[in-house]
């Protein structure tokens, strides 16, 4: 439906980043003519050039958009992604997978994992992976995409691992065939109304001048519109979340070998990050400055990676925090702009998406921003984030490892309360607390308390009805059934190569 | 740690206090999910409030819980009374010619709100009473035609959700019946009093006629608005509703000619409301107002209606702060008292014993676990409260006492949030433990004449793919009335007796 011939609303996104040129092709498809959209960005500048892993969500946003699956992943390298594999962070030597889907089924009201903790007891159960598709295929390096039904086969899901420096330019592709205007250059100025504080114009440096009636900060960790212009402040989460630094560096792949999953392998200053794409691996080494310097954190990922590096160290540097409002005065925040949470749960891109999506929904028709949308926006992002937030750093605080002071400190630091209240409820009666809303749910939760060793004192105490006997064989017979599918499915870079239309040309 | 994980120890006994179909059903879900303990029911002194316990209808979920029980809607159909009810038809909320239908479900999930939104956009002001019956319940009320989904997904009935309505007396027979035989005890005593432990908590409650005295290590509440129980238990505090909700006196007609339709009524007056629940042993008829305007309006509309006889009620309205309490759980109008709008009573009585069941204590109540419950009851609460607020949000009748009344009401923040995001985005926020579906309440606000605007995404949307959208949605509402036999035929083939 055309806007009755009513003057479109000017969309200046500034940023060309994964969350710019997100943000630009989101709004300019879903709001059709009643937006102009303009992205500036700045070669000089560039973008930050990470982030790799995502989560399944991010399949629905590409198809929401039109955009084919094969195309994108064939342009940004992509393979599949059923999880993350968890090394070294509950204990040293420990290893378990957090997938995409949860494990078992419920019985009769109960969740799975207290009949799988009671049966455990018993010696009549296997390790809790056993009980889930997404990690035995994982495991198994195998990967189909998930059933349309209600079978086995159905109860997993899946994202992508693509190259981040790739994401952007194929949506920049794709934005401006859907008529995103694209100006390159840097701003050096921003102007504001004198009497509302909006933010009405960007000044680059070679002169131009960029008006708008809607700015979208996506400027990366400096957050030029909504740190800077509109001065929205920071709440810094560093003190749970103590990473600041980043080393990244890719290298070729080792072995033939594609895994279906991100690795995250704790490390004693931090973790790192290993990233199966098509052509190559995504490597890199997030710690704390303040308990390690660049130098030995660089040393560390050049001795860790397997395969013949393909660049130098890079560092970056970031806090964890995000802004205590994303949406002030006609700036809204998106990705880095609005805040930075480790990728430990590859949660960042999700979060620009999240954003994104909020934004379509409340977005100002007549182009008069109401205080009510800014508020209902910024309630959304924060619950978001402080949901996630208090995810990450369970799996710090779930450790009993002390062979350094990052470990020590952060075995011992002081966690949110509501993220304490959910470790306690966990511990005394092996329950989740309950959200419907947010990212995470109670399999991520379950996947991160067994994976880390935190086993409740207490369980169900329905669970103690069964005959032990019958419960064994049901626990077999599933894992029995989970193998048999898992034989089924084509092995990863197999079904990756079965089609050449998701291959990048020089595989 | 091989020393952890170990199952809590399962409770010895517990007794449920309220022997209403809220209390028998309750002492069921109880009785089944722990076989070994020992499940007492106990009357209390009738409350004529407990509208959980007097009104023979809920909502969907009841559908669901029945399911999870055992208890068969054919059971219902043919041995107590039940039919099904697919929509409310509202009248007069927005003007006095006002008609809007709501029904349940999320509907055809590929329209959404968008979809919504759209609808009303091409709707032109004054229409609304023509405006083309887009969804296959309302269809199917319209032709009185229906017959309950047989599971088969490819149905055009498959999508259709519906409530129950049934004979009260027959119901708690039926659930009596089948308390007996999981071997659930009945003490035909009154309460008189408690013994409490040295925690506080209830060890015991003492009978009446010095019939004794029967310990439990739980106690749950179902005695209606009265808190037999929750009313001996310190730090039991009640959240007033009263700023929010407009009426607190309610008139129960004895039940009156039988109906058969697929919808009930609900009519706003110049002094409250009136809901007509259809059944087929009998209509039943609630009305509900204000207590500072008089009961003689009420009474005209009941006799003016047909009903005879009618049981008062008075409604304190609010809920507890927090129901579960020590070793304490209240469930229904024990936890939280309102007006009874369409069998919200017991829809909420019946989410709260779900979450019971979801989080069933062990024999010693953990007290993270007792307030994560609190805490998903509380919303569960707020959201019911909010909903309930939602019909008084824009009443179209000026001048009337009870709009004058109704005009003196404070929102809650949440509340507030979400008319106006209906209103300016034809979006509904998403609310935790929300007793309702986000498609529920849209729909129902746009029945209640409380239109929205298209969101900007919807407007995007090409006017070619809004007719084809429609198109889907009409032809969906055919089929479905194709599909459907009468709704009395289909009685008629289930019922052991031909003829209702
Ligand atoms: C170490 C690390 C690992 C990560 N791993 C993951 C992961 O696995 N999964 C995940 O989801 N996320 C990950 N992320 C986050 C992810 O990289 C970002 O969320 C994502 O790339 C979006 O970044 P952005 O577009 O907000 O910012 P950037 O990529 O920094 O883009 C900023 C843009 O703004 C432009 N700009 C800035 N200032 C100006 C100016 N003055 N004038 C003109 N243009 C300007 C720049 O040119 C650039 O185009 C990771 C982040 C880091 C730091």
Known sequence: ?507 | MNHAAQPRELPHAILVVGDGQVGILTAIALRQALPTTTVTVIPSPADHAAFADRIGTAMPFTNRLHDRLGISEMDLVQRAGASHRLVTRYRGWASETHEGISGYGSGNPALGNAFTGHFEAVRSPGRAAEARILTPAAALAATGRFCPPDGDPNSPLATIDYALRWNVEAYRNLLIAKAMQLGIQYAPKLPADVQYSARGDIAAVILDDHAGAIAADLFIDCSGPMRWLMSRMAGATLDSWRENLPCDRVLIAAPGEPVLALEDRMTLTPHGWLNEIGGRDGVQRIFAFPASLGSADAEAHLIGAGASAAIAAAIHPGALVRPFVGNVVALGDAAASFEPIGGTNLDLAHRQLSLLLELLPGRNVEPREREEYNRRAELMASSLRDWLTSHYAALGMPGTPFTARVSQLTYSPSFNLLIDMHRRHGRMPFFEEAPVLPSEWSAMLLALGISSSPSAHALAQSAERNRSLTQQAENAARAAVDAAPPYGEWLESVLPQPGV
């Open chain 1, 1 to 507: 439906m055309s806007n009755g011939g009513a003057k479109p609303i000017h969309v200046i996104v500034l940023g060309g980043g994964t969350a710019g040129w997100m943000a630009a092709t989101g709004v300019a498809v879903m709001l059709g003519e009643q937006v102009r959209v303009t992205l500036v960005e700045s070669e000089d500048i560039g973008i930050v050039g990470v982030g790799e892993a995502t989560l399944p969500h991010l399949r629905s946003f590409v198809e929401s958009l039109g955009i084919n699956e094969s195309d994108f992943m064939r342009e940004t390298h992509a393979t599949y992604k059923l999880g993350i594999d968890f090394r070294d962070f509950g204990k040293i030597g420990d290893s378990y997978i957090h997938p995409f889907g949860s494990f078992g089924e419920e019985l009769a009201g109960i969740s799975f994992h207290h009949y799988w903790l009671a049966a455990q007891q018993r010696g009549d159960a296997g390790p809790i992976s056993d009980y889930s598709m997404g990690v035995a295929a994982a495991v198994a390096n195998r990967f189909r995409p998930p059933a349309n039904d209600h079978t086995l086969g159905s109860a997993y899901g899946y994202a992508y691992q693509f190259d981040a420096t790739l994401f952007g330019p194929y949506m920049r592709t794709f934005a401006i065939s859907k008529g995103v205007e694209r100006i390159e250059g840097k701003v050096i100025e921003v102007q504001k109304d004198t009497e509302t504080g909006n933010v009405t114009t960007l000044l680059l440096d070679n002169g131009q001048c960029i008006n708008g009636d809607l700015f979208v900060d996506c400027s990366g960790f400096r957050s030029m519109l909504l740190g800077e212009a509109v001065g929205a402040e920071w709440e810094d989460w560093s003190h749970w979340l103590p990473c600041d630094r980043a080393v990244a560096m890719p290298c070729a792949a080792a072995s033939e070998i594609i895994e279906p999953y991100t690795r995250a392998i704790a490390m004693p200053a931090g973790w790192r990050w290993r990233i199966p794409l098509q052509h190559r691996v995504g490597n890199g080494y997030v710690y704390a400055s303040s308990f390690i310097d660049d130098e030995k954190a660089a040393d560390a990922i050049v001795a860790a990676v397997e395969g013949t590096s393909l660049a130098d160290p890079r560092i970056l540097k970031f806090r964890a925090g995000r802004r205590k409002n994303s949406f002030v005065k006609n700036v809204i925040g998106v990705g880095l702009a609005s805040g930075f949470l480790e990728p430990l749960e590859s949660t960042s891109i999700y979060l620009a998406q999240m954003a994104i999506t909020y934004l379509i929904e409340l977005f100002p028709k007549d182009g008069k921003i109401e205080n009510a949308d800014r508020a209902e926006f910024n309630r959304l992002v924060d619950m978001e984030y402080d949901r996630i937030r208090d995810f990450l750093i369970l799996h710090y605080h779930a450790t009993t490892r002390d062979d350094s002071p990052f470990w020590d400190h952060v075995r011992t630091m002081q966690v949110p309360d509501s993220l304490a209240g959910k470790i306690e409820l966990w511990k005394r009666t092996g329950r989740i607390a309950k959200y419907s809303e947010g990212l995470f749910y109670d399999a991520s939760w379950i996947a991160v308390f067994l994976g880390q060793n935190i086993l409740p004192n207490g369980i169900d105490p329905r669970v103690s009805v069964p005959d032990p006997g019958g419960m064994a064989r049901a626990l077999s017979s599933l894992k029995h059934a989970i193998d048999m599918e898992v034989a089924t499915m084509p092995d990863h870079r197999a079904y990756l190569h079965s089609r050449s239309e998701r291959l990048a040309p020089q595989l």
